[in-house]
């Protein structure tokens, strides 16, 4: 099965300072590849995912690259702001299954104002 | 308001007591699933439902139980719980029988403990 390891566990970034956090994956069908943002107390939200066909994803200060022949993809989180801090989980789901969606661990980010 | 809920939100019990968490949508999706959060372990599947009475196990099904009688409804039934099934417990639903298709939504969670 996918097996996705998420780095680093915490994070924690001046505000108005590039966070990025980095997912590999194992399962190299896999084809898609959302993100999580799961603030104190709260469900986890998708806020932007990419597909295999494509390299990079952007939406106003969050990015996201994927590397398939590496097998990793990243967010990147640029000007962060407070309401940045979260936890944020990375996932993926393999076309040999599509029903499964495995998460990385989380990475826990602070925003230090 | 389209909403997934979950009841009940809080519950403490005792090893070997069963018990069943609720959950249900309103949006009339097809996929639905169960996710248990640990710390330093993420979000685990451990069922979902591709439709009414179509259900498969996911990464950590061992001491759970599911069913899907009705599109809406997707309990999760902890037939003799232990401590070990302490945890968060989320559910989640999404209109496609793809996951990648469309974005799956989250409940508000259900923290159990077991003592």
């Known amino acids: 099965g996918e097996n996705v390891e998420q780095h680093p566990s915490t994070l924690s970034v001046q505000e108005g300072d590039s966070a990025v956090i980095k997912c590999t994956y194992s399962?190299?069908?896999?084809?898609?590849f959302p993100w999580y943002k799961q603030e104190l107390g709260k469900r986890p939200q998708l806020i932007i995912d990419i597909r295999s066909n494509v390299g990079e994803k952007k939406d106003q200060r969050i990015a996201v690259t994927l590397n398939k022949t590496a097998k990793h993809f990243s967010l990147h989180i640029t000007e962060t702001q407070p309401e940045d801090s979260a936890v944020y989980f990375c996932?993926?789901?393999?076309?040999?299954?599509?029903?499964?969606?495995?998460f990385g661990a989380g990475t826990t980010v602070t925003v230090r104002a | 308001e389209a909403q997934v809920t979950q009841n009940p939100r809080y519950l403490i019990t005792v090893t070997g007591k069963k018990l069943t968490v609720t959950c249900s949508q309103n949006?009339?999706?097809?996929?639905m699933s169960w996710y248990r959060q640990d710390p330093g372990l993420g979000l685990r599947q451990i069922y979902y439902s591709m439709n009414v009475e179509v259900t498969d196990k996911g990464d950590v099904p061992e001491g759970y139980k599911v069913s899907r009688k009705e599109k809406r409804n997707f309990p999760l039934i902890l037939e003799s719980p232990s401590p070990n099934q302490t945890s968060l417990y989320f559910c989640?639903?999404?209109?496609?029988?793809?996951?990648?298709?469309?974005?799956?939504?989250f409940g508000p969670g259900t923290r159990l403990t077991v003592t």
């Open positions: 399962d190299s069908a896999s084809n898609y």
């Open positions: 949006m009339n999706h097809e996929y």
């Open positions: 996932a993926a789901t393999s076309s040999l299954n599509d029903y499964k969606l495995s």
């Open positions: 989640a639903s999404s209109l496609s029988l793809a996951v990648s298709s469309y974005e799956q939504y």
